[in-house]
């Protein structure tokens, strides 16, 4: 098979002598990665090898570390007096990624304390199953290569197990194990009538040992559990640690923090006058009772108003000229997998693979947790209008399908989270801002997602001081947002695993709409809200501190007549 072909940015303004050196680096490791990880090849849309699994050992991480660590010093030596002005850029953010990676294996280590193997199965499985880049028959031929490697997989992960593990976070992998037999089974439903006898056969003892082993491997997590700790906060030095690798324009912690409880004030202020808006008479407790008693009677109802929203949103950015439709962009919006809905109580987005032909996101909404009756008042009417505003347009989607049109690898492997989610939380404002369903119903709930959102900072931050506990979390979010039970567990179980993550996005949306402010200072009456909207999305998913001096470039090049640094040219 011909080797891939990867993007190379044009340097800019003109190239630098070690620029070609650069890009060999960051080449060399992508294929590295790719090799080593086809799992996440598949995701990115290189499917050469999806019908084999990564190396789920021990020894295969600790490679991926000395990699890692290679990489890093390779990055390292080279002099950025010898690259152009965008390549020096890049070379910071490719080192920006490379020490975030080392903390996640090297401190944080939550692959050594917590059984991924049903994360690892589920992802190896739905990369393939949910995308039609092939025919379904060809697709379902590398799952079922994929299912018979399961049982060699779970015993690789249980290698990795070598420190103390997580009561909560086995139990997490137990319930996912219990669940995994629902994934299979739409597997193997899905071949009947489109794979032959002998295909079908086979497809169906896969599915048969897969789930053996899954059982197995579930049961042997149960018998362990005596052995277990609930240890899982960060700490407060280590948290500290993170939060500055972490690019939020100088902010540490506490002030962090302190924008947690400010924007909690600041938006249940906004939702009493939301709420008076509706109806003045009763109580705002009412009135929220209210707008979530208003929803579809089903869930298939629901998804088609999910649908409905995304469908509306998208035509009212382009009527209002709010950002630019990348050409062939396209969404589906399906229920989520029962093996996912333990950790995604709501909805999620995935984006399209970068390297598909034909790349298209993937929009999951999820029915309910654990079948809670009260499940369908999540999906009313005003709250399905907002996630589809953050989830698909102009949210995650539209974001992300203009990012992974940048021919940076460095910047399709950046995770920045407090700019992908703070941009889907910014887009739900701005859309009220420009009149897409902007009644008080609609705030309401906008301000009660920004509610929640707050929230989150506070329970980031103070969980992994080791100042909460999760029942404590729980309960401090259902207090303020009147979630139903099931649902803020689900939440506050994955703050646990995932610091800062949870952070991101209320933050990230100060970060950005502090950003357009400092803009519109500075370009005054030239500042256009649509070309804004498309140099962030053009530049990629970097951390807001990036965006903010590729735009203070991109003044400095339109001014001298040159291109912009950040633009995705070639």
Not at 112 to 137: C, I, K, N, Q
Not at 153 to 170: G, I, S
Not at 325 to 339: A, L, W
Request: glycine share 6%; with cysteine; proline share 5%.
């Amino acid at each position: 098979m011909a080797e891939l072909a990867l993007p190379r940015p044009v340097s800019q303004p003109t190239e630098g002598p070690l620029d070609g050196k650069f890009w060999d680096l960051v080449e060399a490791d992508f294929r590295r990665m790719i090799k080593d990880h086809p799992i996440y090849a598949t995701y990115l849309g290189i499917h050469d090898d999806d019908g084999r699994l990564d190396d789920a050992t021990r020894d295969a991480v600790v490679q991926d570390i000395d990699d890692a660590g290679k990489f890093q010093r390779e990055v390292e030596s080279i002099d950025p007096a010898g690259l152009s002005e965008s390549v020096r850029l890049e070379r910071e953010l490719a080192l920006h990624n490379v020490k975030r990676e080392l903390f996640n294996s090297e401190v944080h280590r939550v692959w050594e304390r917590r059984s991924t193997a049903m994360d690892g199965v589920g992802d190896a499985l739905f990369s393939v199953f949910a995308r039609d880049y092939a025919p379904l028959a060809e697709r379902l031929a590398s799952i079922t290569s994929r299912l018979e490697a399961v049982p060699v997989a779970l015993e690789q992960y249980k290698t990795r197990a070598t420190a103390p593990q997580v009561r909560l976070w086995q139990e997490l992998e137990i319930d996912s194990g219990e669940q995994m037999p629902f994934l299979f089974n739409e597997i193997k439903a899905a071949g009947k009538g489109v794979l032959d006898e002998r295909a079908q056969g086979r497809l169906d003892k896969a599915v048969e040992t897969a789930a053996g082993a899954t059982a197995a491997y579930v049961e042997t997590i149960k018998a362990s559990m005596g052995s277990t700790v609930e240890s899982w906060a960060l700490g407060s030095e280590t948290y500290d640690q993170l939060v500055g690798l972490r690019a939020f324009d100088g902010l540490d912690a506490s002030q962090i923090l302190e924008i947690g409880y400010e924007q909690l004030a600041l938006n249940k202020a906004a939702r009493v006058e939301a709420a008076r808006r509706i109806d003045s008479t009763v109580a705002e407790s009412v009135v929220v009772d209210r707008v979530k008693s208003n929803h579809p009677a089903t869930f298939d109802e629901a998804l088609a108003a999910y649908k409905d929203a995304m469908i509306r949103a998208r035509a009212h950015i382009i009527e209002h000229d709010i950002a630019t439709m990348p050409p062939g962009e396209q969404i589906s919006v399906i229920t989520t997998p029962e093996y996912l809905r333990s950790v995604i109580p709501f909805a999620a987005y995935f984006e399209p693979p970068k390297f598909d032909k034909h790349p298209s996101g993937i929009y999951i909404v999820t029915p309910s947790v654990g079948d809670d009756p009260n499940a369908m008042r999540e999906h009313n009417f005003a709250s399905i209008s907002n996630t589809s505003v953050h989830e698909a347009y102009p949210g995650h989607h539209l974001q992300l399908s203009a990012a992974t049109r940048h021919p940076s690898l460095v910047r399709l492997l950046t995770d920045a989270p407090e700019f992908v989610e703070g941009w889907g939380m910014y887009s739900e404002q701005m859309m009220r801002e420009q009149g897409f369903d902007a009644g008080p119903e609609f705030l309401l709930a906008m301000r009660t997602d920004a509610i929640w959102r707050a929230c989150r900072i506070i329970l980031d931050v103070r969980m992994h001081r080791g100042e909460l506990t999760v029942d404590e979390a729980t309960a401090f979010l259902i207090e303020h947002t009147a979630f139903e039970h099931a649902n803020a567990q689900a939440e506050v179980f994955r703050y646990t695993y995932t610091p800062t993550y949870q952070l991101s996005y209320l933050l990230g949306k100060v970060l950005l709409l502090q950003l357009r402010s400092d803009e519109q200072k500075r370009l005054g009456d030239k500042f256009s809200l649509k070309n804004f909207h498309d140099a962030l999305m053009r530049n990629g998913s970097l951390p807001i501190s990036f965006h903010r001096r590729l735009l203070a470039a991109e003044a400095a090049a339109s001014g001298s007549g040159a291109g912009a640094p950040g633009a995705a040219n070639g």
